[in-house]
């Protein structure tokens, strides 16, 4: 009688949004992309992935943001897969099944932390060290962010993403909101209008992060560039601001990335649940999400 083998463990993932708490456009280099100089943190909420190991690759979409994916070509988990299978002989790959939390083109870098979670499941199934260069390099060339989301730790981004360092924040309470218009990264950073090869300012010395009140203060020097035109892109963002800014306890508000969601800081979870809970009964068309943010 022939015993069948057991079945694979399914692995599972967090893929936790992230937020550029600050970001400068330092210039365009000579290949296109823009040099920056960012300061990421990661959140509670974020998309869910999971990996079913085997030798073929596939992709099964659950979760309130499926429908915004199922028409697109390539999603970012299969071409980050795929990037890995060129690097890794023998790669074992398998069934992933993304659960799709987070809006799609918002800012928050859910492709990218979707494409980083891939990784880091197949890390795990093939025994591959989160430090083998081989992931770094296919974290890259599936996207700019997706270096940083491999690690989901708040740290210091330049160069157009690949140079990172770690830096540890306060916690902050955090509310997220997107007003469901998506923005298209590259039509941000077009709109800035630099020509390739020109270089436009400096990178800030690192904050001084050990309280909350410090790293605050440093925030409010330090903007996100893309703000300008992603609001000239998305006017809705001029409204999204004023509801934050004036729900109790907000210590900052600013966009993330390159847009559209905003996010607001603070002091604790509380005072940010109570925030998210009047922002969406006043705009029920809006995502809105209460997290915690370090
Ligand atoms: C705006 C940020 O989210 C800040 O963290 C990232 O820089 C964007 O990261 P991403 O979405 O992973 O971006 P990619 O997929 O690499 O690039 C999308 C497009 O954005 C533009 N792009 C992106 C990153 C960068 N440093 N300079 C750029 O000019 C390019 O036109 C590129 O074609
Ligand atoms: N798993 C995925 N999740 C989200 N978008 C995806 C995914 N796979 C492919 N895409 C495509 O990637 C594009 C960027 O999506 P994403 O949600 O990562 O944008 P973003 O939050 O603005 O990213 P960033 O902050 O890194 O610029 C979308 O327009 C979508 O077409």
């Given at each position: 009688m022939s015993v069948r083998p057991p079945p694979l463990p399914v692995l599972r993932e967090r893929a936790p949004a992230k937020v550029n708490l600050t970001l400068r456009v330092l210039g365009r280099r000579a290949d296109g992309y823009h040099d920056l100089s960012s300061l990421l943190a990661f959140a509670g909420a974020g998309d869910r992935l999971a990996l079913l190991p085997g030798a073929e690759l596939a992709l099964a979409l659950e979760g309130p943001g499926a429908p915004a994916l199922a028409?697109?070509?390539?999603?970012l988990v299969l071409r980050a897969a795929r990037a890995l299978a060129a690097r890794v002989p023998g790669l074992v790959l398998g069934r992933f099944t993304l659960a799709k939390r987070l809006p799609v083109a918002a800012g928050l870098g859910g492709g990218s932390a979707d494409a980083a979670a891939a990784l880091r499941l197949l890390a795990r199934a093939n025994a591959?060290?989160?430090?083998?260069n081989r992931l770094f390099e296919a974290a890259l060339e599936t996207g700019s962010d997706v270096p940083a989301c491999l690690q989901s730790r708040s740290c210091l981004m330049g160069g157009r993403g690949e140079a990172l360092t770690p830096l540890a924040l306060p916690r902050f309470g955090a509310v997220l909101v997107n007003p469901r218009v998506a923005v298209a990264t590259a039509d941000v950073f077009r709109a800035l209008a630099l020509v390739p090869g020109t270089c436009c300012g400096e990178a800030a010395p690192a904050p001084e992060a050990a309280s909350r009140s410090g790293l605050v203060a440093w925030l409010r020097t330090e903007p996100n560039d893309l703000e300008p035109p992603a609001r000239a892109l998305a006017p809705v963002l001029g409204a999204v601001e004023a509801a934050l800014q004036a729900t109790a306890g907000a210590r900052l508000v600013r966009m993330s990335g390159s847009g559209a969601t905003m996010f607001a800081l603070y002091d604790d979870c509380r005072a940010a649940a109570a925030a998210a809970r009047i922002v969406a009964a006043a705009h029920p068309e809006w995502w809105v999400k209460s997290t915690v943010l370090g």
């Amino acid at each position: 009688m022939s015993v069948r083998p057991p079945p694979l463990p399914v692995l599972r993932e967090r893929a936790p949004a992230k937020v550029n708490l600050t970001l400068r456009v330092l210039g365009r280099r000579a290949d296109g992309y823009h040099d920056l100089s960012s300061l990421l943190a990661f959140a509670g909420a974020g998309d869910r992935l999971a990996l079913l190991p085997g030798a073929e690759l596939a992709l099964a979409l659950e979760g309130p943001g499926a429908p915004a994916l199922a028409g697109e070509g390539d999603n970012l988990v299969l071409r980050a897969a795929r990037a890995l299978a060129a690097r890794v002989p023998g790669l074992v790959l398998g069934r992933f099944t993304l659960a799709k939390r987070l809006p799609v083109a918002a800012g928050l870098g859910g492709g990218s932390a979707d494409a980083a979670a891939a990784l880091r499941l197949l890390a795990r199934a093939n025994a591959l060290a989160l430090d083998d260069n081989r992931l770094f390099e296919a974290a890259l060339e599936t996207g700019s962010d997706v270096p940083a989301c491999l690690q989901s730790r708040s740290c210091l981004m330049g160069g157009r993403g690949e140079a990172l360092t770690p830096l540890a924040l306060p916690r902050f309470g955090a509310v997220l909101v997107n007003p469901r218009v998506a923005v298209a990264t590259a039509d941000v950073f077009r709109a800035l209008a630099l020509v390739p090869g020109t270089c436009c300012g400096e990178a800030a010395p690192a904050p001084e992060a050990a309280s909350r009140s410090g790293l605050v203060a440093w925030l409010r020097t330090e903007p996100n560039d893309l703000e300008p035109p992603a609001r000239a892109l998305a006017p809705v963002l001029g409204a999204v601001e004023a509801a934050l800014q004036a729900t109790a306890g907000a210590r900052l508000v600013r966009m993330s990335g390159s847009g559209a969601t905003m996010f607001a800081l603070y002091d604790d979870c509380r005072a940010a649940a109570a925030a998210a809970r009047i922002v969406a009964a006043a705009h029920p068309e809006w995502w809105v999400k209460s997290t915690v943010l370090g």
